[in-house]
Protein backbone atom coordinates (compact mmCIF):
# COMPACT_ATOMS: atom_id res chain seq x y z
CA UNK A 1 0.00 0.00 0.00
CA UNK A 2 1.07 3.48 -0.66
CA UNK A 3 2.55 5.38 2.05
CA UNK A 4 3.30 8.78 3.16
CA UNK A 5 7.21 8.99 3.37
CA UNK A 6 8.88 12.49 4.48
CA UNK A 7 12.81 12.70 3.68
CA UNK A 8 14.65 15.70 5.18
CA UNK A 9 17.69 16.23 3.86
CA UNK A 10 18.53 15.56 0.10
CA UNK A 11 22.57 14.36 0.43
CA UNK A 12 23.55 11.21 -1.10
CA UNK A 13 21.73 9.28 1.40
CA UNK A 14 17.93 11.00 1.37
CA UNK A 15 17.75 11.18 -2.62
CA UNK A 16 18.59 7.16 -2.89
CA UNK A 17 16.49 6.41 -0.42
CA UNK A 18 14.04 9.03 -2.42
CA UNK A 19 14.44 7.04 -5.45
CA UNK A 20 14.38 3.60 -4.59
CA UNK A 21 10.79 4.33 -2.39
CA UNK A 22 9.40 6.25 -5.19
CA UNK A 23 9.69 3.09 -7.25
CA UNK A 24 7.94 0.84 -5.07
CA UNK A 25 5.13 3.50 -5.28
CA UNK A 26 5.40 5.33 -2.28
CA UNK A 27 3.94 8.95 -2.35
CA UNK A 28 7.72 10.92 -1.49
CA UNK A 29 8.47 14.45 -0.50
CA UNK A 30 12.01 15.66 0.24
CA UNK A 31 12.74 18.67 1.97
CA UNK A 32 16.34 20.18 2.74
CA UNK A 33 17.60 23.19 4.25
CA UNK A 34 19.66 24.72 1.64
CA UNK A 35 18.58 26.86 -0.98
CA UNK A 36 20.06 25.37 -3.59
CA UNK A 37 22.56 22.07 -3.89
CA UNK A 38 26.01 23.06 -3.21
CA UNK A 39 28.64 21.57 -5.66
CA UNK A 40 31.34 22.29 -2.67
CA UNK A 41 33.19 19.67 -1.17
CA UNK A 42 36.49 16.71 -2.10
CA UNK A 43 36.10 13.59 -3.81
CA UNK A 44 34.22 10.93 -2.33
CA UNK A 45 35.59 7.34 -3.15
CA UNK A 46 32.46 4.97 -3.67
CA UNK A 47 33.76 1.62 -2.22
CA UNK A 48 32.95 -1.71 -3.87
CA UNK A 49 29.33 -2.43 -2.66
CA UNK A 50 28.60 2.07 -3.04
CA UNK A 51 29.27 0.82 -7.08
CA UNK A 52 27.62 -2.16 -7.14
CA UNK A 53 24.30 -0.19 -5.70
CA UNK A 54 25.17 2.77 -8.15
CA UNK A 55 24.78 0.25 -11.31
CA UNK A 56 21.71 -1.53 -9.53
CA UNK A 57 19.83 1.92 -9.82
CA UNK A 58 20.90 2.53 -13.10
CA UNK A 59 23.65 5.23 -13.00
CA UNK A 60 26.71 3.85 -13.46
CA UNK A 61 27.64 5.07 -17.07
CA UNK A 62 26.31 8.24 -15.81
CA UNK A 63 28.59 7.98 -12.36
CA UNK A 64 31.37 6.91 -14.36
CA UNK A 65 31.31 10.44 -16.85
CA UNK A 66 31.63 12.54 -13.78
CA UNK A 67 34.03 10.26 -12.06
CA UNK A 68 37.59 11.19 -12.00
CA UNK A 69 40.73 9.34 -13.34
CA UNK A 70 42.81 7.36 -10.36
CA UNK A 71 45.74 6.04 -11.00
CA UNK A 72 48.00 6.02 -8.08
CA UNK A 73 48.53 6.79 -4.80
CA UNK A 74 51.93 7.61 -3.01
CA UNK A 75 52.48 8.27 0.54
CA UNK A 76 54.78 11.09 1.36
CA UNK A 77 56.96 12.52 4.52
CA UNK A 78 57.02 15.95 4.76
CA UNK A 79 60.13 16.58 3.96
CA UNK A 80 59.43 15.39 0.43
CA UNK A 81 60.57 11.34 0.91
CA UNK A 82 57.87 8.78 -0.37
CA UNK A 83 57.02 6.50 2.34
CA UNK A 84 54.62 3.89 -0.43
CA UNK A 85 53.17 4.67 -4.25
CA UNK A 86 50.58 2.42 -4.64
CA UNK A 87 49.00 1.15 -7.84
CA UNK A 88 44.92 1.33 -8.31
CA UNK A 89 44.74 -1.66 -10.48
CA UNK A 90 46.97 -3.41 -8.36
CA UNK A 91 45.14 -3.21 -5.07
CA UNK A 92 41.69 -3.90 -6.36
CA UNK A 93 42.24 -7.08 -8.47
CA UNK A 94 39.83 -9.00 -6.56
CA UNK A 95 37.02 -6.37 -5.88
CA UNK A 96 34.79 -3.85 -7.52
CA UNK A 97 37.35 -0.54 -8.43
CA UNK A 98 36.39 1.97 -6.04
CA UNK A 99 35.50 5.43 -8.22
CA UNK A 100 36.39 8.29 -7.21
CA UNK A 101 34.05 11.08 -7.87
CA UNK A 102 33.36 14.68 -6.14
CA UNK A 103 31.17 14.56 -3.66
CA UNK A 104 29.19 17.32 -6.24
CA UNK A 105 29.48 15.19 -9.02
CA UNK A 106 27.87 12.08 -7.17
CA UNK A 107 24.98 14.11 -5.62
CA UNK A 108 24.37 16.12 -9.05
CA UNK A 109 24.28 12.34 -11.01
CA UNK A 110 21.58 11.81 -8.48
CA UNK A 111 19.62 14.82 -8.30
CA UNK A 112 19.52 15.11 -11.98
CA UNK A 113 17.78 11.33 -12.22
CA UNK A 114 15.15 12.31 -9.65
CA UNK A 115 14.45 15.65 -10.07
CA UNK A 116 11.42 15.53 -12.48
CA UNK A 117 10.05 12.96 -10.71
CA UNK A 118 10.34 14.11 -6.83
CA UNK A 119 10.74 17.84 -6.33
CA UNK A 120 13.02 18.32 -3.32
CA UNK A 121 11.58 21.60 -1.12
CA UNK A 122 14.72 23.92 -0.32
CA UNK A 123 14.87 26.23 2.46
CA UNK A 124 12.77 23.91 4.16
CA UNK A 125 13.36 22.09 7.66
CA UNK A 126 11.14 20.33 10.21
CA UNK A 127 9.89 22.64 12.98
CA UNK A 128 7.82 20.26 14.87
CA UNK A 129 6.35 17.04 15.16
CA UNK A 130 3.03 15.79 16.66
CA UNK A 131 2.50 11.49 16.60
CA UNK A 132 -1.11 10.46 16.54
CA UNK A 133 -2.08 6.79 16.15
CA UNK A 134 -2.15 6.53 12.44
CA UNK A 135 0.27 9.02 11.14
CA UNK A 136 2.80 11.74 12.16
CA UNK A 137 1.83 15.57 11.59
CA UNK A 138 4.83 17.63 10.57
CA UNK A 139 4.82 21.23 10.55
CA UNK A 140 7.66 22.48 8.29
CA UNK A 141 9.83 25.66 8.64
CA UNK A 142 7.39 27.35 5.66
CA UNK A 143 4.27 27.31 8.14
CA UNK A 144 2.53 24.33 6.05
CA UNK A 145 2.16 21.06 8.17
CA UNK A 146 2.51 16.86 6.81
CA UNK A 147 1.15 14.35 7.43
CA UNK A 148 3.62 11.18 7.48
CA UNK A 149 3.91 7.71 7.90
CA UNK A 150 7.26 7.54 7.78
CA UNK A 151 9.96 10.60 8.28
CA UNK A 152 13.40 9.64 7.18
CA UNK A 153 15.78 11.96 8.90
CA UNK A 154 19.32 12.03 6.36
CA UNK A 155 20.42 15.67 7.35
CA UNK A 156 23.88 14.45 7.94
CA UNK A 157 25.97 14.74 10.56
CA UNK A 158 24.84 18.06 12.44
CA UNK A 159 21.16 16.56 12.23
CA UNK A 160 19.19 18.90 14.25
CA UNK A 161 16.08 16.40 14.50
CA UNK A 162 18.23 13.83 15.67
CA UNK A 163 19.45 16.11 18.28
CA UNK A 164 16.14 16.88 18.86
CA UNK A 165 14.42 13.45 19.07
CA UNK A 166 17.43 10.98 19.50
CA UNK A 167 19.07 11.69 22.71
CA UNK A 168 20.79 8.40 23.19
CA UNK A 169 23.05 9.79 20.58
CA UNK A 170 26.37 10.94 20.74
CA UNK A 171 28.76 12.48 18.46
CA UNK A 172 32.38 11.65 18.75
CA UNK A 173 34.71 14.63 18.66
CA UNK A 174 37.73 13.74 17.10
CA UNK A 175 39.58 17.32 17.96
CA UNK A 176 39.73 17.50 14.10
CA UNK A 177 39.44 20.07 11.57
CA UNK A 178 38.78 18.76 7.86
CA UNK A 179 38.70 21.15 4.80
CA UNK A 180 38.10 19.80 1.37
CA UNK A 181 37.73 21.17 -2.12
CA UNK A 182 38.47 22.20 -5.72
CA UNK A 183 40.59 24.90 -7.20
CA UNK A 184 40.69 25.84 -11.33
CA UNK A 185 44.55 26.02 -11.51
CA UNK A 186 47.16 24.90 -14.14
CA UNK A 187 49.70 22.87 -12.11
CA UNK A 188 52.68 20.47 -12.41
CA UNK A 189 51.15 17.60 -10.90
CA UNK A 190 50.71 14.41 -12.18
CA UNK A 191 46.87 14.01 -13.35
CA UNK A 192 45.11 11.07 -11.78
CA UNK A 193 47.90 10.43 -9.32
CA UNK A 194 46.83 10.74 -5.55
CA UNK A 195 49.53 12.51 -3.29
CA UNK A 196 49.42 12.43 0.45
CA UNK A 197 51.66 13.70 3.22
CA UNK A 198 51.79 11.96 6.71
CA UNK A 199 52.13 13.98 9.51
CA UNK A 200 51.94 14.52 13.24
CA UNK A 201 48.38 15.68 14.27
CA UNK A 202 47.72 16.46 10.33
CA UNK A 203 47.64 15.19 6.97
CA UNK A 204 46.97 16.55 2.94
CA UNK A 205 45.96 14.91 0.69
CA UNK A 206 46.47 16.71 -3.55
CA UNK A 207 44.58 15.22 -6.06
CA UNK A 208 45.24 16.40 -9.81
CA UNK A 209 41.14 15.75 -11.41
CA UNK A 210 42.49 17.79 -14.68
CA UNK A 211 45.16 19.97 -16.28
CA UNK A 212 43.62 22.70 -14.94
CA UNK A 213 41.52 21.87 -12.09
CA UNK A 214 42.87 20.21 -8.06
CA UNK A 215 40.85 18.59 -5.75
CA UNK A 216 42.41 19.34 -1.98
CA UNK A 217 41.94 17.61 1.68
CA UNK A 218 43.57 18.15 4.96
CA UNK A 219 43.21 17.20 8.49
CA UNK A 220 44.81 19.48 11.16
CA UNK A 221 44.26 19.07 14.92
CA UNK A 222 42.23 21.66 16.32
CA UNK A 223 40.60 21.80 19.57
CA UNK A 224 37.36 23.72 19.98
CA UNK A 225 34.81 24.65 18.17
CA UNK A 226 34.68 25.11 14.17
CA UNK A 227 36.20 28.03 13.23
CA UNK A 228 34.98 30.68 10.78
CA UNK A 229 35.87 29.83 7.56
CA UNK A 230 36.19 33.08 6.13
CA UNK A 231 37.86 34.32 8.79
CA UNK A 232 40.59 31.20 9.77
CA UNK A 233 40.99 28.86 7.41
CA UNK A 234 43.50 30.97 5.30
CA UNK A 235 45.62 31.44 8.56
CA UNK A 236 44.78 27.99 9.65
CA UNK A 237 46.42 26.54 6.67
CA UNK A 238 49.07 28.90 5.70
CA UNK A 239 50.87 28.00 9.58
CA UNK A 240 49.71 23.91 9.58
CA UNK A 241 51.81 23.50 6.83
CA UNK A 242 55.10 25.96 7.21
CA UNK A 243 58.22 24.14 6.23
CA UNK A 244 56.58 22.29 3.52
CA UNK A 245 57.82 22.67 -0.28
CA UNK A 246 57.22 26.01 -2.19
CA UNK A 247 54.61 24.30 -4.10
CA UNK A 248 52.78 22.75 -1.65
CA UNK A 249 52.76 26.26 0.40
CA UNK A 250 51.99 28.10 -2.95
CA UNK A 251 48.96 25.48 -3.38
CA UNK A 252 47.17 25.87 -0.28
CA UNK A 253 47.28 30.04 0.19
CA UNK A 254 45.29 29.35 -3.93
CA UNK A 255 43.25 27.38 -2.18
CA UNK A 256 42.21 29.28 1.31
CA UNK A 257 41.85 32.57 -1.30
CA UNK A 258 40.09 31.14 -4.13
CA UNK A 259 39.09 27.15 -3.71
CA UNK A 260 35.58 26.06 -3.52
CA UNK A 261 35.96 24.33 0.30
CA UNK A 262 33.98 22.67 2.67
CA UNK A 263 34.95 22.73 6.11
CA UNK A 264 33.75 20.94 9.26
CA UNK A 265 34.65 19.18 12.47
CA UNK A 266 35.72 15.31 12.12
CA UNK A 267 32.39 13.72 14.31
CA UNK A 268 31.24 10.56 14.26
CA UNK A 269 27.50 9.55 15.23
CA UNK A 270 26.85 7.03 17.90
CA UNK A 271 23.40 5.64 17.58
CA UNK A 272 22.19 3.49 19.76
CA UNK A 273 19.09 2.95 18.08
CA UNK A 274 18.58 4.02 14.34
CA UNK A 275 14.45 4.16 15.30
CA UNK A 276 12.26 6.29 17.47
CA UNK A 277 8.90 5.64 16.35
CA UNK A 278 8.19 6.80 12.77
CA UNK A 279 11.17 8.89 12.99
CA UNK A 280 14.21 6.81 11.19
CA UNK A 281 18.05 7.89 11.05
CA UNK A 282 19.69 7.71 7.69
CA UNK A 283 23.53 8.24 5.96
CA UNK A 284 25.58 10.56 8.48
CA UNK A 285 22.64 11.77 10.40
CA UNK A 286 22.45 8.12 12.19
CA UNK A 287 25.89 6.84 11.84
CA UNK A 288 28.80 9.15 10.16
CA UNK A 289 31.76 7.33 10.49
CA UNK A 290 33.67 10.09 9.37
CA UNK A 291 35.26 10.58 5.82
CA UNK A 292 38.45 8.93 7.38
CA UNK A 293 36.55 5.62 7.26
CA UNK A 294 36.39 5.77 3.35
CA UNK A 295 32.88 4.73 3.60
CA UNK A 296 30.84 7.61 4.26
CA UNK A 297 29.22 7.76 0.75
CA UNK A 298 28.97 3.71 0.07
CA UNK A 299 27.67 3.42 2.97
CA UNK A 300 24.56 5.79 3.02
CA UNK A 301 23.35 4.73 -0.54
CA UNK A 302 23.87 0.89 1.22
CA UNK A 303 21.79 2.04 4.12
CA UNK A 304 19.09 3.84 1.95
CA UNK A 305 18.63 0.20 -0.34
CA UNK A 306 18.52 -1.65 3.13
CA UNK A 307 15.64 0.33 4.62
CA UNK A 308 14.06 0.27 1.30
CA UNK A 309 14.26 -3.25 0.84
CA UNK A 310 12.95 -3.69 4.53
CA UNK A 311 10.31 -1.30 3.32
CA UNK A 312 9.42 -3.04 0.63
CA UNK A 313 9.01 -6.24 2.31
CA UNK A 314 6.62 -5.37 4.96
CA UNK A 315 5.13 -1.96 3.73
CA UNK A 316 2.09 -1.90 6.14
CA UNK A 317 4.44 -2.55 9.16
CA UNK A 318 6.64 0.01 9.07
CA UNK A 319 7.77 -0.27 12.34
CA UNK A 320 9.35 -3.58 11.88
CA UNK A 321 11.31 -2.68 8.98
CA UNK A 322 13.14 0.30 10.37
CA UNK A 323 14.01 -2.46 13.29
CA UNK A 324 15.16 -4.99 10.73
CA UNK A 325 17.07 -1.80 8.83
CA UNK A 326 18.46 -1.32 12.38
CA UNK A 327 19.50 -4.90 13.29
CA UNK A 328 21.40 -5.31 10.29
CA UNK A 329 23.29 -2.06 10.27
CA UNK A 330 24.51 -1.89 13.80
CA UNK A 331 27.35 -4.59 13.42
CA UNK A 332 28.15 -2.53 9.75
CA UNK A 333 28.59 0.44 11.33
CA UNK A 334 30.56 -0.58 14.32
CA UNK A 335 32.93 -2.11 11.35
CA UNK A 336 33.26 0.56 9.58
CA UNK A 337 33.34 3.13 12.47
CA UNK A 338 36.51 0.98 13.93
CA UNK A 339 38.57 0.99 11.09
CA UNK A 340 37.94 5.08 10.97
CA UNK A 341 39.26 4.82 14.71
CA UNK A 342 42.65 2.61 13.37
CA UNK A 343 43.07 5.18 10.19
CA UNK A 344 43.04 8.01 12.76
CA UNK A 345 45.71 6.76 14.71
CA UNK A 346 47.63 5.46 11.61
CA UNK A 347 47.02 8.21 9.49
CA UNK A 348 47.20 11.37 11.79
CA UNK A 349 49.57 10.53 14.20
CA UNK A 350 49.27 12.04 17.56
CA UNK A 351 53.48 11.92 18.10
CA UNK A 352 56.75 12.04 16.23
CA UNK A 353 57.22 8.43 17.54
CA UNK A 354 54.04 7.23 16.16
CA UNK A 355 54.70 8.49 12.92
CA UNK A 356 57.90 6.76 12.56
CA UNK A 357 56.75 3.51 13.28
CA UNK A 358 53.56 4.12 11.00
CA UNK A 359 55.76 5.19 8.09
CA UNK A 360 58.58 2.38 9.38
CA UNK A 361 56.10 -0.30 9.04
CA UNK A 362 53.94 1.23 6.00
CA UNK A 363 57.20 1.40 4.10
CA UNK A 364 58.27 -2.01 4.66
CA UNK A 365 55.04 -3.58 3.74
CA UNK A 366 54.56 -6.12 1.39
CA UNK A 367 52.02 -5.95 -2.08
CA UNK A 368 50.20 -8.59 -0.54
CA UNK A 369 49.71 -7.02 2.93
CA UNK A 370 49.37 -3.30 0.74
CA UNK A 371 46.57 -5.03 -0.50
CA UNK A 372 44.98 -6.27 2.33
CA UNK A 373 45.45 -3.09 4.50
CA UNK A 374 43.20 -1.05 1.57
CA UNK A 375 40.86 -3.28 0.45
CA UNK A 376 39.96 -5.42 3.76
CA UNK A 377 38.44 -2.53 5.29
CA UNK A 378 35.93 -1.95 2.80
CA UNK A 379 34.04 -5.25 2.10
CA UNK A 380 30.68 -6.59 3.35
CA UNK A 381 29.55 -9.98 4.02
CA UNK A 382 27.40 -12.09 1.58
CA UNK A 383 24.77 -12.07 4.34
CA UNK A 384 25.07 -8.43 4.59
CA UNK A 385 25.19 -7.30 1.12
CA UNK A 386 21.69 -9.85 0.75
CA UNK A 387 19.77 -8.46 3.78
CA UNK A 388 19.89 -11.24 5.73
CA UNK A 389 19.44 -10.67 9.85
CA UNK A 390 19.05 -13.04 12.09
C1 LIG B 1 28.07 20.66 0.66
C2 LIG B 1 28.65 19.38 1.22
C3 LIG B 1 30.01 19.09 0.98
C4 LIG B 1 30.58 17.93 1.49
N1 LIG B 1 31.90 17.69 1.26
C5 LIG B 1 32.48 16.58 1.77
C6 LIG B 1 33.86 16.34 1.58
O1 LIG B 1 34.60 17.12 1.02
N2 LIG B 1 34.38 15.18 2.06
C7 LIG B 1 33.62 14.27 2.75
O2 LIG B 1 34.11 13.23 3.15
N3 LIG B 1 32.31 14.49 2.96
C8 LIG B 1 31.71 15.63 2.50
N4 LIG B 1 30.38 15.86 2.74
C9 LIG B 1 29.62 14.85 3.49
C10 LIG B 1 29.28 13.64 2.61
O3 LIG B 1 28.44 14.03 1.56
C11 LIG B 1 28.61 12.60 3.49
O4 LIG B 1 29.57 12.15 4.44
C12 LIG B 1 28.12 11.31 2.84
O5 LIG B 1 27.97 11.40 1.47
C13 LIG B 1 26.80 10.89 3.49
O6 LIG B 1 25.75 11.65 2.95
P1 LIG B 1 24.45 12.11 3.72
O7 LIG B 1 23.41 12.23 2.66
O8 LIG B 1 24.18 11.25 4.88
O9 LIG B 1 24.82 13.54 4.31
P2 LIG B 1 25.14 14.90 3.56
O10 LIG B 1 25.79 14.64 2.25
O11 LIG B 1 25.83 15.75 4.54
O12 LIG B 1 23.69 15.52 3.22
C14 LIG B 1 22.82 16.06 4.19
C15 LIG B 1 21.78 16.93 3.52
O13 LIG B 1 20.85 17.36 4.51
C16 LIG B 1 20.63 18.75 4.40
N5 LIG B 1 20.27 19.25 5.74
C17 LIG B 1 21.09 19.53 6.78
N6 LIG B 1 20.37 19.92 7.84
C18 LIG B 1 19.09 19.88 7.49
C19 LIG B 1 17.85 20.15 8.16
N7 LIG B 1 17.81 20.57 9.43
N8 LIG B 1 16.69 19.99 7.47
C20 LIG B 1 16.70 19.59 6.16
N9 LIG B 1 17.83 19.33 5.48
C21 LIG B 1 19.00 19.45 6.14
C22 LIG B 1 21.93 19.30 3.84
O14 LIG B 1 21.72 20.53 3.18
C23 LIG B 1 22.34 18.18 2.88
O15 LIG B 1 21.77 18.36 1.59
C24 LIG B 1 29.77 17.02 2.26
C25 LIG B 1 28.42 17.31 2.51
C26 LIG B 1 27.84 18.47 2.00
C27 LIG B 1 26.38 18.77 2.30
Known amino acids: MKKNILISGGGIAGLTAAKL????????????????FSKAGFLLSLKSFGVSIIDELGLRKKLLEQSSPSEYVSFWEANDQLIQHISYEKISQNTERSVLISRGGLH?????????????RFNTTISGLVRNQETTLVSLSSGEAL??????????????TRQQYFKDCKTEDFNMLYMGGKLTLRHDFTVGSFKIYIDVHKMLSIYPIAADEIAIQCYIHHEGDL????MNAAELLKRSFTGYNKQVQDLLRRFAADGLMFVDKMGMVNSPDLVNGPLVLLGDAGYCPTALSGMGASLSIYGAKALAHFIGKTPEDLLSACNNYNTLMQPIIQKFQGNARKNAASFIPDTAERLDQFVGSF???????????????ILLTQDQLSFATT
Open 147 to 160: AADLVIIAEGLRSP
Open 21 to 36: LYAQGHHVTVIDKAAC
Open 108 to 120: HVLYEDIKNKIAV
Open 227 to 230: PVRS
Open 363 to 377: RAASDTQLQQIMTDP
